[in-house]
C-alpha cells in the first residue's frame, strides 16, 4: 500500500468535533479557555524587590527567593532554568529592580547557595586583573610578548 494512501485513509477515518449543543449538560460543565500570555500581561500582585547579580557573559541577572532570572524581552524577565516558564516583570527604578513575579509558578526548588556561588566568582575575577598586571611587570619583554593577551592568562 502506498504511503499517500495510507495518509488519505488516516485523514477520513480522523473523529471530528461535533459542535457544542448550548442545550447540553456538558456546555455547562465547560470552562473558557483562556490565553497564558495576556494572564501573565495582566497578572498583579504585590511589588518586590530583586537583587542584581552578574551572568557568566557580564550582562544583569536578577535574584529573588532563590531565583535567577535574565532579560526577555520588553521588562519581562525569564527564570534561567530553562525547562522553568516563570517570568517576571521588572521595572528598575534608580539603582533598584522592583517588580512582580508572574502568574506562573517554578517548577523546580530554588538555588540559593547558586548566588553565594555566583558572587564569589565575581569576586575572584575582580581581583584578578591586579595580579595579572603585576605579573607582566615583572617579566621581560621577550616573555611579555609570548604571552598574548591577558585573556591568554586566564
Request: proline residues 4%; charged residues 30%; hydrophobic residues 30%.
Amino acid at each position: 500500500m502506498d504511503v499517500r494512501e495510507k495518509l488519505v485513509k488516516l485523514q477520513k477515518s480522523r473523529k471530528r468535533r461535533m459542535p457544542i449543543n448550548d442545550s447540553s449538560e456538558l456546555s455547562e460543565i465547560q470552562q473558557p479557555e483562556t490565553n497564558l500570555e495576556d494572564v501573565d500581561e495582566n497578572y498583579e500582585a504585590t511589588l518586590v524587590k530583586f537583587e542584581q547579580g552578574v551572568t557568566n557573559l557580564g550582562n544583569v541577572a536578577l535574584w529573588h527567593a532563590g531565583y535567577r532570572y535574565t532579560i526577555h524581552k520588553n521588562g519581562w524577565w525569564r527564570c534561567t532554568n530553562r525547562d522553568c516558564q516563570a517570568k517576571a516583570k521588572v521595572e528598575k527604578k534608580g539603582d533598584q529592580f522592583i517588580g512582580t513575579p508572574g502568574k506562573r509558578e517554578h517548577n523546580h526548588p530554588p538555588a540559593i547557595q547558586k548566588k553565594r556561588v555566583e558572587e564569589i566568582r565575581n569576586k575572584l575575577k575582580s581581583g584578578l586583573m591586579p595580579v595579572l598586571t603585576e605579573v607582566r611587570s615583572n617579566i621581560q619583554d621577550e616573555v611579555y610578548f609570548s604571552l598574548g593577551s591577558d585573556q591568554a592568562l586566564q
